[in-house]
């Protein structure tokens, strides 16, 4: 039978076809719209864009679309460059590797300028240069064996770790100060970064004078004639480390470690490293200037027919902070500007999807996504209830070698199956790339905070894929490569478009939604696979979670997917089961920058939960355990209390169905 107000797999299937028809029809636009947004950012502020984002939906006709702002403290460069200066010579250098000069001062390009860490403490610092490499435990414990680290500056590599964890074993360690850099031989051959700045934020996300609560503004009353507008109480926190914190290019590095420029030879690339026997004294400078800004979301709904209290949110982000990635952000619009477009057409001839669709363009996301973390904690009590899934278009076309898809364990089958699907069509079927590993994009706070099952579709370069992780922390001010260079037909943004918009659709219109619950249980026990220790409990505890929710499969999915035997009251209580899944899995104690949801992976090449992994690392180095005896505890809790959802979702079940009998 057909569940009153739902729609059919048929209609469901029938309606998603006319919509990917109407995004390829309407191909152009998406061209046109990549190309206006590229040629935007070089002209509008942020406050503009929005502006004209905002008009753009409306006159689509999506409804209530509204601009949702908010007060918040970021942390901007100075009015003068920052600088390193090397002690033996004397040589003075900007982050680009550029000798100062006061030409250089004077006219300094914005590019420059923002060669920065956002939010790092500021100041001047002399004092040694110890090259840390990627900066993980068994670096600094190496290190620390040789030298007296207080106080001085570590060489550090972008990638591998999240930057915010590894500055933590820094300043714990004792150093004072960082110079931070991507070495070119983790980057593809394409991309010649070498003389480039960039920017990086070690904010782990929202506005950092409202930390856990939104900066909102509210008009209070007037009394004895005066006026005065307050809000959400505002710590002082304009910086968030004591390190002094400069991204500097690769040519600079070279300069400071007397490297030849040439380092690749016969096909190899010979990574940067400062000999242990040498000694480099080095000043450094930074200035940076923290104030009050406001940052816009741009929100829109279509509301459903049946269930308009479930949500489907679809993020996207806008110009910020001296468009860097720019030529990403413009993707990232037209993309779901494209779908809106679509999307409507059906309104406009009577369609509606069964559960509300809301689109998000996201501001303030290269200062910590800002934006959709304030909007998060804003709206946290509705959150929590009604979202569903969140669909990610925060970096579409990064490649052009690889399709890769980053999904909660949940929604990999339907990942896969899009897919799979999409490639039969395309005649090209290449090996299927999905994995749950971190992301660095406004899908944080509703993976972390909200439990929400999320998935985004990328192209990549294979070389980043195979490199190392965490890279695409560092912000570049311009891409090297463009939009139109990568992809000159826009053929990889219309597949992003059609991908992201087949699992939108589904979702929003299964009356069931397509959620696998034991493909969390498998990814669980995965996790537990490799040479870390594992007490028996966690081991036995996972394979009851297995056995749960394979019941919870085959007695309760299955009957409410066959439209014969739905009843309405089953897929009402099956849906807020699966809706729940993941929220077992936030856990309250991580290390800096690694997820609280610890169904997601640091990278692809582990599978095993990350906090058990940095535990066993943080073990090794000291003679307590009592970090790994912690870890142990809330993954432990985690599978319990997942393993009781479950069996708690069935016994409601069973309840029900003796009471109807």
Request: aromatic share 8%; with cysteine; proline share 5%.
């Amino acid at each position: 039978m057909k569940i009153s107000g739902y729609k059919s797999a048929k209609e469901t299937s029938i309606i998603t076809s006319k919509v990917i028809s109407d995004v390829k029809k309407n191909y152009w636009n998406l061209t046109q719209l990549i190309r206006n947004l590229v040629q935007l950012y070089k002209s509008e502020n942020d406050i503009e864009i929005s502006k004209k984002i905002k008009t753009q939906w409306t006159s689509l006709g999506l409804e209530d679309v509204q601009f949702v702002n908010y007060s918040v403290l970021l942390n901007l460069p100075g009015t003068s460059p920052s600088s390193v200066t090397l002690s033996s010579s004397g040589q003075c250098f900007h982050p680009n590797g550029q000798p100062c000069s006061e030409e250089a001062r004077q006219h300094s390009s914005q590019d420059l300028l923002y060669s920065y860490a956002a939010y790092s403490a500021s100041g001047t610092l002399k004092a040694e240069v110890i090259d840390v490499s990627y900066g993980n435990a068994d670096d600094l414990n190496r290190i620390k064996k040789m030298k007296n680290v207080t106080n001085q500056i570590a060489l550090l590599k972008l990638g591998k770790l999240p930057l915010l964890y590894k500055l933590s074993l820094l300043e714990k360690a004792g150093f004072g100060g960082v110079l931070l850099y991507i070495d070119p031989c983790d980057l593809p051959k394409t991309a010649n970064l070498s003389y480039d700045t960039f920017m990086v934020s070690l904010n782990p996300g929202g506005d950092p004078s409202t930390p856990g609560y939104p900066s909102i503004v509210v008009p209070l009353l007037h009394f004895l004639g005066i006026q005065k507008t307050d809000g959400s109480f505002r710590q002082n926190r304009s910086n968030l480390t004591s390190l002094l914190v400069q991204p500097i290019s690769a040519s600079l590095v070279a300069k400071l470690i007397s490297s030849p420029k040439d380092r690749i030879t016969h096909s190899a690339c010979s990574p940067l490293e400062l000999p242990n026997n040498e000694e480099r004294i080095v000043s450094m400078q930074i200035q940076t200037v923290t104030k009050f800004e406001t940052v816009t979301n741009v929100v829109g709904y279509l509301k459903g027919s049946t269930s308009p209290d479930r949500y489907i949110i679809v993020g996207s982000r806008h110009h910020t902070a001296y468009s860097y990635n720019g030529q990403e952000w413009a993707s990232s619009t037209a993309i779901i500007t494209a779908f809106i477009r679509a999307l409507m057409l059906r309104v406009k001839r009577g369609w509606r999807p069964d559960r509300t669709i809301v689109f998000c363009s996201w501001g303030g996301t290269a200062f910590g996504n800002i934006g959709s973390y304030e909007w998060g904690e804003d709206f946290k009590k509705v959150l929590q209830k009604n979202v569903v899934a969140y669909v990610s278009l925060h970096s579409p076309v990064s490649g052009n070698s690889s399709l890769y898809s980053v999904a909660s364990p949940s929604l990999q089958q339907l990942v896969a199956e899009k897919n799979n699907f999409n490639c039969s069509r395309r005649g090209q079927c290449p090996e299927t790339n999905i994995s749950s590993v971190q992301m660095q994009d406004d899908a944080d706070y509703f993976i972390n905070h909200l439990g929400v099952p999320a998935v985004r579709f990328t192209y990549e370069d294979i070389k980043a894929l195979e490199g190392p992780s965490f890279l695409s922390e560092g912000f570049f001010p311009k891409r090297a490569t463009k939009i139109e260079e990568m992809d000159p037909f826009f053929n990889l943004h219309e597949t992003i478009t059609k991908l992201s918009g087949e699992v939108i659709l589904q979702i929003a219109n299964e009356p069931v939604l397509p959620f696998n619950a034991l493909d969390i249980a498998l990814e669980v026990q995965n996790s537990l696979k490799g040479d870390q220790p594992n007490t028996p409990q966690l081991l036995a505890l996972a394979s009851r979670l297995r056995e749960s929710a394979e019941l919870f499969q085959s007695d309760e999915m299955r009957p409410a997917n066959d439209p014969k035997e739905r009843a309405p009251i089953r897929v009402r209580m099956l849906n807020e089961v699966l809706q729940d899944m993941e929220k077992s899995f936030l856990v309250q104690r991580t290390p800096p920058g690694f997820y609280r949801n610890i169904l997601y992976h640091l990278d692809g090449k582990t599978s095993q939960f990350s906090i058990l992994l940095e535990a066993w690392e943080h073990c090794k180095s000291l003679a307590s355990n009592e970090t790994l005896q912690e870890a142990l505890s809330e993954v432990l809790n985690s599978i319990n209390a997942a393993q009781v959802y479950f069996k708690a979702g069935l016994d409601v079940f069973e309840s029900v169905l003796v009471g109807k009998n």
